[in-house]
């Protein structure tokens, strides 16, 4: 059966979660600067983005807080756009795990949206985590990795 053309899933997802309800923005506009950093092939399936971070900052100010979802294609992606350092992998590695447990405790409908391949770290400026460090070894074992631009949709 046809989507109704003025359903849009995502848009109820954001909508119906109490924490995040005013934070729905069309196409990748909740990105700002960091829109340039997402390619979408075909625009029309660009269904809209949340500033996850920004929405839920007075409610976990101390917590390390993903940054953003989109919806392309009635699926959704969680984008965390955030230097790529050896250093930082840790720091990324909490912020996924927050997300986790948000989406499973306040956002069980955003949740039942994600894509298959749901993740993703993007770098704010150059690679930069050592090659054969602990870190290295950590993020190739969480499925999380760096990447310069997010191309939907994944081929």
């Known amino acids: 059966m046809p989507k109704n053309r003025n359903e849009n899933p995502f848009k109820t997802a954001i909508e119906e979660t109490h924490e995040v309800t005013n934070c729905y923005q069309s196409g990748l506009q909740a990105l700002g600067k960091y829109s340039q950093k997402i390619v979408v092939v075909d625009t029309s399936k660009c269904e809209g983005s949340i500033d996850i971070d920004a929405c839920t900052t007075a409610i976990y100010p101390n917590a390390n807080r993903w940054d953003y979802a989109l919806a392309y294609d009635s699926k959704v992606y ?29 956002a069980p409908k955003v949740r039942e949206l994600k894509a298959e391949q749901p993740y993703y770290w993007i770098q704010s400026g150059k690679f930069s985590i050592l090659k054969n460090s602990p870190q290295a070894k950590t993020i190739a074992q969480s499925g999380l990795r760096p990447i310069p631009k997010l191309i939907l949709p994944i081929k």
């Open 78 to 106: 969680f984008v965390e756009v955030h230097s790529a350092e050896t250093s930082e992998v840790s720091v990324v590695l909490r912020k996924l795990q927050w997300l986790k447990d948000w989406l499973n405790e306040k």
